[in-house]
């Protein structure tokens, strides 16, 4: 460290910024890999000259966390120029806004807390969060899924709820992609799948909650840019949400010890990954102990049933500087707090390092004094380290200090109220055809190799590896029945005493944002609802999650401009609000930019399980309906993808259509008329339909000319379209009447039966048979590309 | 004894986290049933004060070790005394899962000459390696010894899930023959994988889930008071936990898993 810029005091390091130029304010902001922006740092600079001396390295690297874009979303909460017209705030013009005007009576809490609280039934409420950890998985596969799901566990516990279920969305590179044409710092896809998915069953198993749902999606943008979306959902007891601290309170750390492990994280997630991302950020990433958080829940579950704190949080990205200072910013306070406290690994900790460091499996709460002993005790009796550092204080300043030695005294107003950003945006003009290409002459061989597309192969192997059965409670399983069929959406019964019962979906199309990512956008919320509705969901809340590139270039951030927009009007059509959502930009490797990938996670009820639809046909002689309407959309599909297009077709929502849609499947579940059902999504009614038998065990046979749509020319667009908004649903002969009633003008079509024979027969538009497989030889196909094991029976 | 008398306890440590629906289950057929940490017990002496002891399954202390050994030794040190009473007295004692492991690694079993200075057996890694989620076809084969199988007929297949990584029961390979025979002679031999049909897997997956000697899945000791098994019954107890109930016509309200908490009460009601 160049030494007239620094001067040690004490325990602290003291920078001297009041006379600094730019240059020794850009030496300070790289010596302490702060990653301020030169406007930040002249704005520090000036503070700390009202302040009358020079900050020291706790307040600058606690100025650095808290103005990080992983924790004030920079982008999304600055203002946006988007081809001269200006946004400010994503976050604000478009995602909240659709909850505002949608304002659904069921939402308890929406963005302001760790997660977002919607109600359920007999006084409980649901949470749900989703995380992105994709930056720490590039670097360490395996401990940054882990301490992916262990971090939006902690967000549930953040909100006093008791995690019931998590979710998972990941995203690599090809399996087989080659060993020499991957850049220095790249790691290789399948040792990154390999890592992620064991980390993630290691910590959602270890702690034992059951991981019900997801999606592992694979783009060759991927390799470099590993997607890890980490989702937890919790219940808990609506008249249990304490968020009432108050000056005075204890400010309580409890759970793992704190070491040097995650330092830096947040700013390290605001960075895009190089070859040097392995060296220099490897001890951003974390180390997990799901065991010790499990502890660390039962005492904090106990401690707000007994209603003996005031608030909690979960310590996170940022460690403590986040955590302490928002607590005491949400309550209006200041904060006085010392580091030395703090129980450590080891020591040798700076107190900067301490302030800091994201060790896992730590929760924060504060306490009334009167309560202090009893909170000790609970803590005690679950073999759990809680320790009181500090006290919410009058003042509105961040003190802390080190034994005696004070290393922070800022303002909090300051603090909290970074220079925002304004970012320039634009529109990329694309110059997509669509691809002209013969009609395959057989196209059962078609089908057979979309089965075995690795984004449609089964990924069993993977979904047996997470516990999706512990707590005893998951109703609708994500593998269904004895041939492990894809079902679309998982049903939980989280109370003992009720049999409404909880679905979780999700739904990601990062192939169509290649076309437009509006459309992207549109289609992931289709998708989500209609796996939710398949089931039986309704009122139905969603989550979203961005992963993009960096959004200092401006064709970046236009798209993400555009799938925002696509947010706030799906969100309002289908009346279905969003409550809680995080980004993740940035995510550039030396291959390149990530493709853009929304993630959108749909939390929905169904009013008694005993109506859960499963994907499944359950018998021969019964009828087979698609309902919503076809169209050539065949752009970013697999079938497209197959053939080695892109295409620029790309499924488009019909807000008016996909609204009756949903609400006749919903009216039809709930008279009881639904025998199974099953979404259309990748590889189209061809995929869809061969999943619902050979998951059965029984035979359809199909005929296209039925399918209702507009310039239906060729078999293999219609069995393959991925038009959004439809199902195939199977019906008994006897409900006919009824069911097509009920369905009257709702472009619905009886296009099959289910028959005994074990075989998959369609005709195609010009009534000769297209597609003749044996069930054995689909399921096959299926489960070969991801599941040696399975394949073997 | 009174079906209000009876008083499961379900032993806990950190890492155990199947103790709430093992709860649940005890509960639905009407005997009280608490979930406690093993400092409490060690804290307040009280383990003779239950008549049921179970551990549930989980990863008591992370497993970071051998599966259930830390457990199995915190208890041996700090509860050894009413560990022996409670064993002595042949109180009943279910290991699920993890709490199979933990019984294996304790020496309560298999049990051959009762509790054992050192493991008789292992559950060891999975073959094919890997934890595995799935349901699994069981074939009862006890002949009336075990006290938690007294509801399942001889032969009868039952369906319940599995949730491990390390299952494999394995005995060392010059005695197993011969211990063998003592589980079959001794009655001790209680659940084996099989197929749909009723066919003994082999040792093939996925029929078995995890390489098993014979396919075991559960045994008891030679009393047949204490029973520990891999697979969750905790897991197959209500109809909306079964993972075929969409397809069933007519609705059943229970699971098979229900048979083995049922057994047991039935046997300490019945019995005085």
Known sequence: ?793 | MKIEEIKVCIMRVGGTNCDSETQRAFQELGVQAESVHVNELIKRRNLLDYSVLVFPGGFSFGDYVRSGVIFARHLSANLAKEMETFIDEGRPILGICNGFQIMVEYGLLPGFKGVSAYPEAALTTNEPSGFKCKWVHLKQENRGKCAFTGKIPVGKVISLPIAHGEGRLLFPKEKEEALLKTLIDEDMLVFRYCTKEGDFAEGKYPASPNGSFYDIAGICNREGNIFGLMPHPERAMYWWQQPDWTRQQQMMEYGDGKLIFQSIIDKLTKTS
Request: aromatic content about 8%; glycine content about 8%.
């Open chain 1, 1 to 793: 460290m160049s030494s007239n810029l620094f001067v040690k005091r004490g325990f602290a390091i003291e920078a001297q910024t009041a006379k600094a130029t730019d240059e020794q304010l850009s030496e300070i902001n790289s010596e302490l890999a702060l990653g301020f922006s030169l406007a930040e740092l002249k704005e520090i600079q000036n503070y700390f000259i009202t302040e009358k001396r020079n900050p020291t390295d706790v307040e600058l690297q606690t100025i650095a966390q808290t103005w990080s874009e992983h924790c004030c979303h920079k982008t999304f909460k600055g203002k946006i120029n988007l081809d001269g017209k200006e946004i400010d705030s994503l976050f604000k013009t478009y995602i909240a806004k659709a909850t505002k005007q949608i304002r659904a009576p069921w939402c308890v809490s929406v963005f302001e807390d760790n997660a977002g609280i919607v109600k359920f039934d007999k006084g409980y409420g649901i949470a749900a969060k989703v995380e992105t950890h994709n930056h720490p998985s590039a670097v360490e596969p395996f401990g940054g899924a882990a301490t992916g799901v262990g971090g939006v566990i902690r967000d549930i516990l953040g909100v006093w709820a008791d995690p019931i279920a998590c979710t998972d969305v990941l995203g690599f590179g090809p399996l087989d992609y080659d060993y020499k044409k991957l850049p220095a710092g790249v790691k290789q896809p399948k040792y990154v799948y390999m890592g992620v998915t064991a980390g993630i069953s290691a910590y959602g198993n270890n702690m034992g909650i059951p991981t019900v749902n997801g999606a592992i999606y694979f783009d060759d943008s991927y390799t470099g840019n590993v997607i890890v979306y980490c989702g937890c959902i919790g219940l808990l007891p609506l008249n249990r949400y304490a968020k009432n601290a108050k000056v005075g309170d204890a400010v309580v750390l409890a759970g793992g010890k704190t070491g040097r492990d995650g330092i830096h994280g947040v700013t390290f997630a605001s960075a895009e990954l190089t070859e040097k991302s392995e060296e220099i950020s490897r001890p951003a990433v974390q180390i997990a102990d799901p065991i010790e958080e499990e502890k660390v829940k039962r005492a904090i579950i106990e401690i707000r049933d007994l209603q003996l704190a005031s608030a909690v949080t979960d310590i996170g990205g940022g460690g403590l500087s986040s955590a302490v200072g928002e607590t005491a910013e949400r309550f209006d306070c200041g904060v006085t707090a010392d580091l030395a406290k703090v129980p450590l690994k080891y020591q040798g900790l700076a107190p900067w390092e301490i302030y800091l460091s994201e060790s896992q499996e730590r929760m924060l709460i504060t306490v009334p004094q009167e309560n202090l002993m009893r909170v000790m005790e609970v803590f005690e009796k679950e073999d759990v380290i809680a320790t009181a550092i500090g006290t919410l204080t009058t003042e509105r300043r961040l003190k802390l200090t080190y034994n005696d030695e004070t290393v922070s005294d800022i303002d909090m107003t300051f603090l909290f109220n970074p220079c925002m950003s304004s970012k320039v945006a634009t529109i990329e003009k694309t110059t997509l055809t669509e691809p002209e290409f013969p009609e395959p002459a057989n196209l059962t061989e078609t089908l057979l190799q979309l089965l075995a597309a690795p984004n449609i192969a089964s990924k069993e192997s993977v979904i047996r590896t997470y516990d999706h059965e512990v707590k005893g409670n998951t109703t609708l399983k994500p593998l269904q029945g004895e041939y492990a069929g894809p079902n679309d959406a998982a049903v939980l019964k989280p109370l003992d005493d009720s049999l409404k019962g909880l679905t979780i979906s999700c739904g990601m199309n990062p192939n169509y944002g290649k076309i437009d990512a509006y459309w992207m956008a549109a289609s992931a919320i289709d998708e989500a609802i209609r796996n939710n509705i398949a089931v039986g969901g309704r009122r139905i809340s969603l989550l979203d999650n961005f992963t993009w590139g960096n959004p200092e270039k401006p064709e970046r951030l236009g798209s993400l401009v555009r799938a925002c927009q696509a947010c706030y009007d799906f969100s309002v059509a289908f009346k279905a609000p969003f409550i809680s959502g995080k980004d993740s930009l940035y995510n550039e490797s030396p291959l390149g930019p990530v493709t853009p990938t929304l993630l959108i996670t749909a939390v929905g009820v169904i009013p008694s399980i005993q109506s859960t639809v499963s994907m499944d046909l359950k018998n021969p002689g019964n009828l087979l309906y698609i309902i919503g309407e076809t169209f050539n959309e065949l752009g970013g599909s697999e079938y497209y993808k197959l053939k080695g297009f892109l295409g620029a077709s790309v499924p488009k929502v019909k807000m008016g259509k996909a609204k009756r849609t949903f609400r006749a499947v919903t009216q039809a579940i709930d008279e009881g008329m639904v025998k199974s059902c099953h979404d259309l999504s990748e590889g189209g009614l061809a995929v869809t339909a061969a999943e619902m038998a050979f998951a059965s065990g029984y035979g359809l046979e199909l005929d296209l000319r039925e399918v209702i749509g507009k310039d239906l020319v060729r078999s293999d667009f219609v069995l393959f379209s991925e038009s959004n908004s439809r199902f195939l649903i199977e019906v008994a002969q006897a409900e006919r009447e009824d069911f097509e009633e009920l369905m009257k003008g709702k472009n619905c079509a009886l296009i099959g039966e289910v028959t005994k024979e074990q075989k998959l027969l369609i005709h195609g538009l010009n009534g000769k048979i297209v597609v003749d497989a044996p069930l054995e030889t689909l399921r096959r196909s299926w489960k070969k590309t991801l599941n040696p094991e399975e394949t073997q029976q």
